[in-house]
């Protein structure tokens, strides 16, 4: 991976470049930043920047052999940890060592891909995510031998906060006291979810959205797309390069978010005159809930963007709505005067908790409907 592949975040590279040269390279370090900015295109360039002793921001001119298992991300000396489930091939006990194969593929498809991307390409989207003391345990192995080229060792954990506990308190007996010349780069989306006792022993790098002008750079040169093409997506991408590219890919077909947005606030709407509606919010609860959790959560997450889209058109803040309905006889023009400021806090704090208790393992039907009653009320709050 080089550098100069990975849009923007130039502040960072100099820094890790500058640091790695110097040989002032802190053992634990946290890379925080919002999907599809590239934290872990990062920290794998940085990663065989210190391992190939390389030079520049070029990432080339050390070791040639070590550069070319960086191509296949096989060097011996590089470790992943990532959230990973059971499936029909790993029933019991899984852990990321048996899912190499499909990492490096995943990676290699698409470094800025989510943790959603990760879970279909496994093809176990219905499930969460998790890393468990069985990844710990390996970690603990893997660290404690000799590197195979005399360097660094360098443990990479992909979205550390879906670490559980059990395994965060054997990852932090290792931040303590590493083992010499060893290196972690820890990657997360959300810092907070991450045990204060981790955070604390690491270096914490944070990442910033992606500017639009280099996610449309990006989209012209690898895929072609015209000037206006270009600007468009990026602009629907709000500094996320993943996101950019389903849209170019036009992959949202799977799960058709709008189209379930739009029959969820119509039949709350409506369920205020029409007591029959009520029987539409339930059998959407049902459709919803056999999404599977991180499914739901995605779409949940999906409807704040939507509400809060919709909020901005109705304050008239209209170079901040990015949003383009496709869903027939369905507009922001007449769906955001229902948005206002005497609901919207209401609203996001109903999803807000609605993830929070599915990510808990609650039963979806009922906190999906109880959501939906929730809404026929708020909705209509002017």
Not at 92 to 104: G, H, L, N
Not at 276 to 296: F, K, P, T, V, Y
């Amino acid at each position: 991976m080089q550098f100069s592949d990975i849009l923007g975040q130039d502040y960072i590279k100099n820094h890790l470049v500058k640091s790695a040269l110097s040989g002032r390279i802190p053992h634990a370090q946290l890379f925080v930043g919002p999907e599809g900015c590239g934290t872990l295109a990062m920290a794998i360039a940085y990663a065989q920047f210190v391992l190939c002793t390389n030079q520049g921001q070029e990432n080339n001119g050390g070791n040639e052999s070590c550069n070319l298992k960086f191509q296949s991300l096989s060097h011996p000396d590089l470790h992943f940890v990532y959230p990973n489930v059971a499936n029909d091939d790993v029933k019991t006990k899984p852990k990321s060592a048996d899912f190499i194969v499909d990492w490096r593929e995943f990676v290699s498809q698409n470094p800025y891909g989510s943790l959603f991307d990760w879970h279909k390409h496994l093809g176990v989207q219905n499930k969460q995510g998790m890393i468990r003391v069985e990844d710990a345990s390996d970690i603990l192995k893997a660290l404690s031998l000799k590197s195979y080229e005399g360097g660094y060792k360098i443990m990479i954990v992909w979205m550390v906060e879906k670490m559980n506990i059990e395994a965060s308190n054997k990852l932090l007996k290792l931040l303590e006291e590493p083992p010499e010349k060893t290196l972690f780069l820890l990657i997360a989306e959300n810092e907070e979810d991450i045990i204060q006792t981790i955070r604390s022993r690491c270096q914490v790098i944070h990442f910033g959205a992606l500017p639009e002008a280099e996610i449309s750079k990006a989209l012209k040169i690898n895929y072609f797309l015209n000037e206006s093409s270009a600007s468009k997506v990026a602009h629907q991408a709000q500094g996320n390069y993943n996101k950019a590219l389903h849209i170019v890919k036009n992959d949202a077909e799977d799960f058709p978010f709008e189209k379930w947005f739009v029959v969820w606030v119509r039949a709350a709407f409506s369920a205020k005159k029409n007591a029959s509606a009520i029987q539409d919010l339930i059998s959407w609860s049902e459709e919803i809930a056999g999404l599977g959790r991180e499914g739901q959560k995605q779409f949940l997450n999906y409807c704040i963007v939507m509400f809060r889209q919709a909020l901005m058109h109705n304050y008239e803040t209209k170079k901040l709505v990015y949003v383009e309905p496709q869903v027939e006889n369905f507009s922001l023009d007449k769906f955001a005067p229902f948005v206002n400021g005497n609901n919207i806090n209401a609203i996001f704090n109903e999803l807000s908790d609605a993830i929070y208790h599915i990510e808990r393992n609650g039963n979806a039907k009922i906190i999906l409907t109880d959501l939906s009653i929730k809404l026929t009320r708020l909705i209509h709050k002017t």
